[in-house]
């Protein structure tokens, strides 16, 4: 049974950081590219940061960068989230995903979410 779990969400004051993991099992992810997620109630989910499989390629959307940082470690079938200066608008429950295509191109594999809030 594939699994993909989040975890190292919670709640943080602006300006603070806070690392987010994501354990794969079920399957090997080391060939996959891998996402990070989020999705505000009533909103849309938003692309959030991806890697591919062998980190050379990143992608951020554009609130992110120069804050968060994506990385991978494949031998433990691992995706991480750096989250740095987190201010109020990045609180939302943030999903890991995995996915056999490019960096924008459609995911297969959806964790659970994890919430992440920040105080003003």
């Known amino acids: 049974q594939v699994q993909l779990v989040e975890s190292g969400g919670g709640l943080v004051q602006a300006g603070g950081s806070l690392r987010l993991s994501c354990a794969a099992s079920?399957?090997?992810?080391?060939?996959?590219?891998m996402g990070w997620f989020r999705q505000v109630p009533g909103q849309e989910r938003e692309y959030v940061a991806g890697?591919?499989?062998?980190?050379?390629?990143?992608y951020y959307i554009d609130s992110v960068k120069g804050r968060f940082t994506i990385s991978r470690d494949n031998a433990k079938n691992t995706v991480y989230l750096q989250m740095n200066s987190l201010n109020p608008e990045d609180t939302a429950v943030y999903y890991c995903?995995?996915?056999?295509?490019?960096?924008?191109?459609?995911?297969?594999?959806w964790g659970q979410g994890t919430q992440v809030s920040v105080s003003s």
């Open positions: 890697i591919t499989w062998n980190g050379v390629k990143t």
């Open positions: 995903a995995a996915g056999a295509g490019g960096l924008r191109d459609e995911y297969s594999f």
């Open positions: 079920g399957r090997t992810f080391s060939s996959d590219v």
